[in-house]
């Protein structure tokens, strides 16, 4: 069986790169083999700006914030012949936002893999928990090295505890007594009573805690000295240098305690740090808050049977339980001088001290929890063997739809129409209101009412008519923008804005839910109807033909608007006759924003019309951006980092929710005219956009607000929740709701298209 690591992993000095050489050789021992004959592969993690001399386990780096080489790993670890992998999670050795590069890896992966959960957090960011929950649904197993954290991943996480595993942190095998005489690190302190603290140093080590209360335990034994061992946190040199150690340093002189504090500023081995720990009279972990769910020095400490102190934290409450070590308060310097005292006074409760850390540290050695981790990976890959390939179908794992919940939008609007923007999920009156967000709400009650004939959402709809009959000028036009006291913030809005309008109205005419409001719909469309031919942008004539495309199927037989639709969509098929060539299928010199609106124009007039010139476009350039949008397994649209230069590479961020909405409606479109189910599977996959399959594979629908995330930018999510984010959620979930009534469901298998498929 060969094994994949991913993680950090020395010479990184690092607690999980310690951790990752120390699992990988003793399940290498179990495996009764060495790390070099071919069972084994390192993934390595640096930090940013950092390189390492690695051995020959290490078989691929990976740079921390460079999301290519997440990619390149999962190709690596494919072509290495693995069989399984395990990952070591902790949020800050992975790039992106909280680490979130980690899911281009894992969902890269073709073989399975198991994760060591390193940092589970009580409070976790929205991102945070989504991170821990995606790894967790897609590993075969998961380790954790505590109860806490078992209750943790239940309970706040909502992950299943079937496949959670319980292996307590390893610690060495060696017996530190083999170091030679000339090792030996304690020679200045001969005769002292040592106190000790090790690991990277940071302000949550509570260290001063410990200075705090010297001068009470010095009062009763002079002779004690305090030493601190370890390097300064790579991540707090890069910020703040030594201030940390420099403070500790002056702390320790103004309670003139400065010559019995020792920092040993170094990284040292493992075989040195248990020669420390089998020496030392008493190790204190005195770190500053409850949230450290797994403690590698503390584990370490209770490995070598030493004498433990330590505050509170949930890791320390568990490993220390029974006896097997001594609590004192967070920052409570006297209660640990009392019990420092206490324990250096009385040596037979120092030495019981020891000797049940000594005891339940037998259980907790490397051998062991190799052997556990063995157990677990092979029986992965004996399950993994029987799964059948099958290569002729796809099967659409579009992940479970989110109840219909309008509370986002609801939250979002008031009497006068629908904010424009939020600050994450709390409207930004600052920003007031826009025509285009209010056409697309307008929209969406339209379709919530037809589908659920809810009496709350028929409420929504003269807010929003409203609105936009506010916004019309008097010779027709509409104005864009309106700020949160009504005022008006220009005289003529675009012709994007007077188009979105148009759909809006449009499809009120079609589906109105009684004749008041069309009526009210027909006076606003004939208002506007003068400009109709006057429009040159083209998305604003795309928008337009969609609205009296849905005009027409009310009245079909109105020759002027018959006439206002073939001139418009000839401006469209003029313009992709005058851009298209044999490799760029589209109608400008570049693909910028909302681009499938224009095949789906074509396509709704193509409905009307029978026109096949407006057919072969509309298919034509929905295959292109197609193909540009499907570079990879999931929906990638055009980001809006300089647009798509025909000849120039494409962007990959920002992306966009609009750009999804309307590859949704595109697909659902072309299922319509040609009624085959392959427009269909295309159209699952662009919603799953929403849901998680994106570049970041981080879902940008937010299930606690009901709103959707503003866009995918690079490494992170846009966690605020405007108007325009939500609606295109909300929009291409009716839609695909309602795909999913005629008969092919999320789960059902369908052929891939072929290629005359993809193109009609």
Same mark, same amino acid.
């Given at each position: 069986m060969k094994i994949a690591y991913i993680a950090s992993f020395p010479p990184r000095e690092c607690g999980i790169a310690t951790f990752t050489q120390n699992l990988m050789r003793s399940i290498g021992g179990n495996l009764h083999t060495d790390d070099s004959s071919g069972h084994t592969t390192v993934i390595a993690v640096n930090d940013t700006g950092m390189e390492y001399s690695y051995g020959p386990e290490v078989g691929f780096t990976i740079t921390q914030e460079r999301q290519e080489d997440y990619y390149n790993a999962a190709g690596f670890i494919h072509n290495s012949g693995a069989q399984v992998c395990i990952l070591q999670h902790e949020f800050g050795i992975f790039g992106g936002e909280s680490g979130a590069y980690i899911l281009s890896l894992l969902n890269s992966l073709r073989i399975p893999f198991i994760v060591t959960f390193h940092t589970i957090l009580k409070e976790p960011t929205w991102l945070q928990k989504i991170i821990i929950q995606k790894i967790a649904q897609n590993a075969a197993a998961i380790v954790v090295m505590s109860h806490k954290a078992i209750t943790f991943l239940g309970n706040i996480y909502e992950i299943s505890t079937e496949k959670i595993h319980l292996i307590e942190h390893g610690v060495p095998d060696m017996i530190p007594e083999n170091l030679l005489p000339s090792e030996n690190l304690l020679q200045p302190y001969q005769n002292r009573r040592i106190l000790f603290t090790f690991g990277l140093l940071n302000r949550n080590k509570g260290i001063e805690t410990v200075i705090r209360a010297l001068p009470k335990i010095m009062t009763s034994h002079p002779e004690v000295v305090y030493i601190v061992l370890g390097n300064t946190h790579p991540g707090v040199i890069r910020t703040s240098g030594e201030e940390y150690r420099d403070y500790l340093k002056q702390f320790a002189d103004e309670l003139e305690v400065g010559n019995c504090v020792h920092f040993i500023d170094r990284f040292v081995t493992e075989a040195q740090l248990a020669y420390y720990l089998a020496h030392v009279d008493i190790y204190i972990s005195p770190y500053l808050n409850e949230a450290q769910i797994t403690s590698g020095t503390l584990? *370490?400490?209770?490995?070598?049977?030493?004498?433990?102190?330590?505050?509170? *934290?949930?890791?320390?409450?568990?490993?220390?339980?029974?006896?097997?070590?001594?609590l004192f308060g967070f920052k409570d310097s006297n209660q640990l001088a009392e019990k420092i005292n206490g324990l250096l006074n009385f040596p037979n409760h120092l030495d019981a001290l020891r000797k049940r850390a000594q005891e339940y540290g037998q259980r907790m050695k490397w051998s062991r929890s190799g052997k556990k981790y063995l157990q677990i990976l092979?029986?992965?890959?004996?399950?993994?063997m029987l799964i059948p390939v099958n290569n002729t179908f796809s099967v659409i794992h579009l992940p479970s739809l989110p109840p219909f919940d309008l509370s986002h939008v609801l939250r979002l609007t008031d009497s006068t129409g629908i904010i424009q923007h939020a600050k994450y999920g709390i409207p930004n009156l600052k920003e007031g209101y826009c025509l285009d967000d209010n056409a697309r709400a307008l929209i969406l009650g339209i379709m919530a009412y037809r589908r659920y004939k809810s009496p709350e959402i028929?409420?929504?709809?003269?807010v929003y008519l409203s609105f936009i009959h506010y916004m019309q000028r008097k010779e027709g036009l509409f104005r864009n923008f309106l700020d949160f006291s009504r005022e008006f913030k220009e005289d003529v809005g675009s012709e994007d804005a007077f188009g979105r309008a148009i759909w809006a109205i449009g499809y009120l005419v079609r589906y109105a839910p009684n004749s008041a409001y069309r009526e009210a719909a027909l006076e606003i469309f004939r208002q506007a109807e003068p400009h109709f031919t006057s429009l040159h942008h083209l998305r604003g004539i795309a928008n337009t033909i969609i609205g009296i495309c849905h005009y027409l199927c009310c009245f079909p037989t109105d020759e002027g608007l018959l006439g206002f639709l073939s001139v418009l969509s000839r401006k469209l098929t003029d313009a992709f006759r005058l851009h298209a060539s044999e490799t760029w299928q589209w109608f400008e010199e570049k693909m910028n924003y909302d681009n499938g609106i224009l095949p789906l124009a074509l396509l709704h007039a193509y409905e009307i019309t029978e026109e096949d010139y407006s057919k072969k476009v509309a298919f034509n350039s929905l295959q292109f951006l197609e193909k540009t949008c499907f570079r990879k397994e999931w929906f990638t649209p055009v980001g809006n980092q300089g647009w798509y230069v025909q000849g120039g590479s494409i962007p990959l961020f920002d992306q966009q929710a609009i750009e999804t909405m309307a590859m949704v409606l595109a697909y659902n479109e072309a299922y319509h005219i040609t009624r085959k189910p392959s427009w269909l599977h295309k159209m699952y996959k662009c919603h799953a956009w929403f849901l998680g399959e994106n570049e970041l594979h981080i879902p940008l629908f937010d299930w606690e607000t009901c709103g959707c995330c503003d866009g995918l930018q690079e490494g992170r999510i846009n966690r605020n929740q405007g108007a325009e984010s939500t609606l295109a959620y909300w929009i291409s979930h009716l839609t695909v709701t309602k795909a999913m009534e005629s008969g092919f469901g999320l789960n059902l298998q369908l052929p891939l298209p072929s290629q005359e498929e993809a193109i009609l």
């Open positions: 584990s *370490y400490a209770i490995g070598a049977g030493a004498a433990v102190l330590s505050t509170p *934290y949930w890791h320390a409450q568990e490993l220390l339980e029974n006896g097997r070590g001594i092979q029986h992965i890959v004996e399950e993994n028929l409420q929504l709809l003269p």
